[in-house]
């Protein structure tokens, strides 16, 4: 991880402005941190020092089980908070996450912070809107593993963890996500190898048909 500093923080901060959601001068004092992919934002078990917002870029969160299997539960993309739960609750969230491509976070302080923000009335009306298209989210995608095929959800899967075009996530890690077989998602993937939408090289697949792969995604938004 990377802190951005000086001339290149003021630009970056005059261009992805977020005073709008706040009624306390908060550029002033976050700090801009730069993920490479594959980095922890938040390792699992460590409380986080600060609220992120993520303005750049896609991670995935983890968990791992009193059984030691670890499992990926979501997604987060840009204009997302991260460490909102520890923000409002005294209690320590053991979840990890991890970038997917490469993520740019502000980061505010929480000891610093904590008690400004809660009492901000502005922030927290923002803050609520999040969590409940946050909730709305999880509850469609439970919807959706009942209601659609698996080429529609591995198309959104794919597109949601590609980096410039490379897919390369585990098949373990896919299946889990998506309650399928190993059988299964490999018939997919190799449908869409058939089609033209995927190549495959090596132990990843480079994305060759991205408007059919969108298309099929979008399914699961209009359904």
Known sequence: MKKMKNEKRRQYLQKHSISHLFSFPVEEFLEIHEYARDEWIIKEGM???????????????????????????????ADAYIGEMELV??????KGIQTLTKTICYAIPLTRFQ????EDTKFLRELTKFLSVKASKMAEKYSQSLSFPLENRLADFIMQTADQDVY?????????????????????LSQFCEKGYL???GHHYHII????????????KNG
């Open 115 to 118: 008690k400004q923000l809660l």
């Open 47 to 77: 409380r986080p020092d600060y609220l992120f917002y993520v303005v750049e870029g896609k991670a995935k969160i983890y968990v791992t089980y009193q059984n030691g299997k670890s499992s990926l539960i979501n997604f987060i993309n």
């Open 168 to 188: 390369k996530e585990k098949h373990v890690t896919v299946c889990d996500f998506l309650g399928v077989s190993y059988r299964h998602l490999l018939h997919v």
């Open 89 to 94: 609750n005294d209690v320590h969230y053991t």
């Open 209 to 220: 048909d991205q408007a059919r792969l969108r298309e099929l995604a979008g399914m699961l």
């Open 199 to 201: 190549q495959k090289e």
